[in-house]
Protein backbone atom coordinates (compact mmCIF):
# COMPACT_ATOMS: atom_id res chain seq x y z
CA UNK A 1 0.00 0.00 0.00
CA UNK A 2 0.90 3.74 0.03
CA UNK A 3 3.05 4.75 2.69
CA UNK A 4 2.43 8.02 4.51
CA UNK A 5 4.62 9.41 6.23
CA UNK A 6 3.66 12.59 8.81
CA UNK A 7 6.04 15.09 10.33
CA UNK A 8 7.31 16.13 12.59
CA UNK A 9 5.55 13.23 15.63
CA UNK A 10 5.23 15.67 18.34
CA UNK A 11 5.29 19.52 18.24
CA UNK A 12 5.71 22.39 20.93
CA UNK A 13 4.63 25.40 20.77
CA UNK A 14 4.53 28.39 22.28
CA UNK A 15 1.29 30.48 22.30
CA UNK A 16 1.74 32.97 19.36
CA UNK A 17 3.95 30.49 17.43
CA UNK A 18 3.99 29.42 13.43
CA UNK A 19 4.27 26.07 12.37
CA UNK A 20 4.02 24.23 9.51
CA UNK A 21 3.40 20.21 9.57
CA UNK A 22 3.83 17.70 6.53
CA UNK A 23 2.70 14.45 5.37
CA UNK A 24 4.46 12.66 2.47
CA UNK A 25 3.27 9.93 0.19
CA UNK A 26 5.27 7.21 -1.37
CA UNK A 27 2.73 7.52 -4.48
CA UNK A 28 0.29 9.56 -5.88
CA UNK A 29 -3.32 9.94 -3.47
CA UNK A 30 -6.52 11.17 -4.42
CA UNK A 31 -9.04 13.49 -2.35
CA UNK A 32 -6.32 14.93 0.70
CA UNK A 33 -8.24 15.34 3.63
CA UNK A 34 -6.21 17.44 7.15
CA UNK A 35 -8.26 16.71 10.51
CA UNK A 36 -7.91 18.22 13.86
CA UNK A 37 -8.93 15.11 17.11
CA UNK A 38 -9.49 17.29 20.04
CA UNK A 39 -8.89 15.78 23.29
CA UNK A 40 -12.24 14.31 23.00
CA UNK A 41 -11.91 12.38 20.06
CA UNK A 42 -13.89 14.25 17.62
CA UNK A 43 -12.17 14.43 14.16
CA UNK A 44 -12.56 18.44 12.90
CA UNK A 45 -12.44 18.69 9.12
CA UNK A 46 -9.62 21.48 8.05
CA UNK A 47 -9.00 20.96 4.59
CA UNK A 48 -10.09 18.98 1.86
CA UNK A 49 -7.22 19.89 -0.83
CA UNK A 50 -6.66 17.46 -3.47
CA UNK A 51 -4.44 19.99 -4.80
CA UNK A 52 -3.64 23.67 -4.70
CA UNK A 53 -3.90 25.89 -1.71
CA UNK A 54 -6.57 26.57 0.68
CA UNK A 55 -6.80 29.15 3.63
CA UNK A 56 -9.31 29.27 6.47
CA UNK A 57 -8.56 32.31 9.03
CA UNK A 58 -5.18 31.61 10.29
CA UNK A 59 -4.93 28.13 9.18
CA UNK A 60 -3.79 27.23 5.49
CA UNK A 61 -2.63 23.98 3.43
CA UNK A 62 -1.18 23.36 0.29
CA UNK A 63 -0.85 20.02 -1.64
CA UNK A 64 1.82 19.59 -4.58
CA UNK A 65 0.27 15.99 -6.12
CA UNK A 66 2.98 15.81 -8.42
CA UNK A 67 5.52 16.00 -5.58
CA UNK A 68 3.64 13.48 -3.57
CA UNK A 69 3.22 16.21 -0.29
CA UNK A 70 0.80 18.30 1.41
CA UNK A 71 1.64 20.96 4.08
CA UNK A 72 -0.66 22.79 7.02
CA UNK A 73 0.27 25.83 8.03
CA UNK A 74 -0.79 26.79 11.18
CA UNK A 75 0.09 30.71 12.53
CA UNK A 76 -0.29 32.56 15.76
CA UNK A 77 -0.82 29.37 17.76
CA UNK A 78 -3.43 29.18 20.41
CA UNK A 79 -3.64 26.91 23.20
CA UNK A 80 -7.52 25.77 20.92
CA UNK A 81 -5.01 24.32 18.14
CA UNK A 82 -3.63 21.63 20.83
CA UNK A 83 -4.28 17.79 19.63
CA UNK A 84 -3.45 15.72 17.22
CA UNK A 85 -3.34 15.90 13.11
CA UNK A 86 -4.00 13.78 10.88
CA UNK A 87 -3.35 13.82 7.02
CA UNK A 88 -5.93 11.13 4.99
CA UNK A 89 -6.28 10.11 1.59
CA UNK A 90 -8.32 7.64 -0.62
CA UNK A 91 -7.34 5.56 -3.48
CA UNK A 92 -9.39 6.47 -5.46
CA UNK A 93 -11.59 3.05 -6.04
CA UNK A 94 -14.11 4.09 -3.50
CA UNK A 95 -14.66 7.93 -2.57
CA UNK A 96 -14.33 8.83 1.38
CA UNK A 97 -12.86 5.40 2.21
CA UNK A 98 -9.66 6.82 4.11
CA UNK A 99 -5.86 6.13 5.12
CA UNK A 100 -4.69 8.24 7.81
CA UNK A 101 -0.98 9.20 8.56
CA UNK A 102 0.31 8.41 12.56
CA UNK A 103 -0.14 12.23 12.72
CA UNK A 104 1.34 15.41 14.62
CA UNK A 105 0.59 15.86 18.34
CA UNK A 106 0.63 19.52 18.48
CA UNK A 107 1.09 21.28 22.30
CA UNK A 108 0.64 24.57 22.37
CA UNK A 109 1.50 26.38 25.97
CA UNK A 110 0.56 29.86 27.31
CA UNK B 1 -20.85 20.29 5.76
CA UNK B 2 -22.61 16.95 6.20
CA UNK B 3 -23.84 16.01 9.54
CA UNK B 4 -22.72 12.41 10.96
CA UNK B 5 -24.03 11.48 14.54
CA UNK B 6 -22.55 8.23 16.70
CA UNK B 7 -24.39 6.85 19.71
CA UNK B 8 -23.35 6.00 22.07
CA UNK B 9 -20.15 8.32 22.83
CA UNK B 10 -18.83 6.05 25.24
CA UNK B 11 -20.76 2.73 26.54
CA UNK B 12 -18.58 -0.10 29.40
CA UNK B 13 -20.12 -3.34 28.96
CA UNK B 14 -19.40 -6.68 30.39
CA UNK B 15 -16.54 -9.52 29.08
CA UNK B 16 -18.65 -11.32 26.51
CA UNK B 17 -21.68 -9.26 25.82
CA UNK B 18 -22.12 -7.61 22.70
CA UNK B 19 -22.95 -3.65 22.10
CA UNK B 20 -24.30 -1.99 19.33
CA UNK B 21 -22.74 1.46 17.97
CA UNK B 22 -25.21 3.77 15.60
CA UNK B 23 -23.85 5.88 12.70
CA UNK B 24 -26.46 8.08 11.42
CA UNK B 25 -26.31 10.59 8.21
CA UNK B 26 -28.84 14.12 8.97
CA UNK B 27 -28.82 15.72 6.19
CA UNK B 28 -27.77 13.56 3.41
CA UNK B 29 -28.82 10.37 2.59
CA UNK B 30 -25.02 8.12 2.70
CA UNK B 31 -25.27 4.37 0.19
CA UNK B 32 -21.58 4.15 1.74
CA UNK B 33 -20.25 4.53 5.10
CA UNK B 34 -16.80 3.67 6.75
CA UNK B 35 -15.73 2.33 10.47
CA UNK B 36 -12.43 2.58 11.91
CA UNK B 37 -10.70 2.21 14.58
CA UNK B 38 -8.11 3.75 17.32
CA UNK B 39 -6.06 2.76 19.93
CA UNK B 40 -4.68 5.19 22.47
CA UNK B 41 -2.32 7.20 21.21
CA UNK B 42 -2.35 5.58 17.31
CA UNK B 43 -3.74 6.40 14.03
CA UNK B 44 -7.94 5.61 12.80
CA UNK B 45 -7.27 2.31 10.84
CA UNK B 46 -10.19 1.72 8.81
CA UNK B 47 -11.69 -1.41 9.62
CA UNK B 48 -14.66 -1.87 7.01
CA UNK B 49 -16.83 -0.24 3.91
CA UNK B 50 -20.42 -0.20 4.90
CA UNK B 51 -22.73 -0.70 1.90
CA UNK B 52 -26.72 0.45 2.13
CA UNK B 53 -28.30 -2.74 1.00
CA UNK B 54 -26.05 -5.73 0.79
CA UNK B 55 -22.25 -7.23 2.73
CA UNK B 56 -20.02 -4.93 4.21
CA UNK B 57 -16.33 -5.22 3.56
CA UNK B 58 -13.86 -5.91 5.51
CA UNK B 59 -10.27 -5.01 5.80
CA UNK B 60 -7.60 -7.09 6.02
CA UNK B 61 -7.39 -8.74 9.51
CA UNK B 62 -10.61 -7.67 10.35
CA UNK B 63 -13.09 -10.06 11.85
CA UNK B 64 -16.79 -10.17 10.12
CA UNK B 65 -17.72 -12.38 12.63
CA UNK B 66 -16.67 -10.27 15.42
CA UNK B 67 -17.50 -7.10 13.95
CA UNK B 68 -21.27 -6.96 12.28
CA UNK B 69 -22.00 -4.36 10.11
CA UNK B 70 -25.92 -3.86 8.91
CA UNK B 71 -26.46 -0.77 6.64
CA UNK B 72 -30.53 -1.13 6.26
CA UNK B 73 -31.52 2.38 5.43
CA UNK B 74 -29.77 5.22 3.47
CA UNK B 75 -29.32 7.32 6.70
CA UNK B 76 -28.21 4.84 9.23
CA UNK B 77 -25.20 1.47 10.01
CA UNK B 78 -24.75 -0.43 13.04
CA UNK B 79 -21.55 -2.04 14.42
CA UNK B 80 -21.84 -4.59 16.58
CA UNK B 81 -19.16 -6.04 18.60
CA UNK B 82 -20.55 -9.49 19.78
CA UNK B 83 -19.30 -11.33 22.50
CA UNK B 84 -16.62 -8.50 23.62
CA UNK B 85 -13.44 -8.97 25.22
CA UNK B 86 -11.07 -6.72 26.92
CA UNK B 87 -8.99 -6.30 23.80
CA UNK B 88 -11.93 -4.97 21.64
CA UNK B 89 -11.66 -1.76 23.82
CA UNK B 90 -10.82 0.98 22.01
CA UNK B 91 -12.42 4.34 20.18
CA UNK B 92 -14.76 3.56 17.04
CA UNK B 93 -15.45 6.31 15.04
CA UNK B 94 -17.79 6.08 11.47
CA UNK B 95 -17.85 8.20 8.39
CA UNK B 96 -19.54 9.02 5.08
CA UNK B 97 -19.55 11.33 2.59
CA UNK B 98 -22.85 13.70 1.51
CA UNK B 99 -22.03 13.36 -2.51
CA UNK B 100 -21.14 10.76 -4.48
CA UNK B 101 -19.15 12.74 -6.39
CA UNK B 102 -17.06 14.40 -3.70
CA UNK B 103 -14.63 12.18 -1.67
CA UNK B 104 -14.71 14.67 1.71
CA UNK B 105 -15.42 12.45 4.45
CA UNK B 106 -17.54 13.67 7.71
CA UNK B 107 -16.91 11.88 10.99
CA UNK B 108 -19.55 10.85 13.80
CA UNK B 109 -18.30 12.03 17.77
CA UNK B 110 -17.02 8.51 17.91
CA UNK B 111 -17.92 5.65 20.39
CA UNK B 112 -15.43 5.02 23.12
CA UNK B 113 -16.04 1.15 24.05
CA UNK B 114 -14.43 -0.38 27.60
CA UNK B 115 -15.32 -3.87 28.25
CA UNK B 116 -14.52 -5.10 31.32
Known amino acids: GIQVEQSPPDLILQEGANSTLRCNFS?????LQWFHQNPWGQLINLFY???GTKQNGRLSATTVATERYSLLYISSSQTTDSGVYFC????????????FGRGTQLTVWP | GAVVSQHPSWVICKSGTSVKIECRSL??????MFWYRQFPKQSLMLMAT?????????EQGVEKDKFLINHASLTLSTLTVTSAHPEDSSFYIC????????????FGQGTRLTVV
Open chain 1, 27 to 31: DSVNN
Open chain 2, 27 to 32: DFQATT
Open chain 2, 95 to 106: SSSSREDKAEAF
Open chain 1, 88 to 99: AYDRGSTLGRLY
Open chain 1, 49 to 51: IPS
Open chain 2, 50 to 58: SNEGSKATY
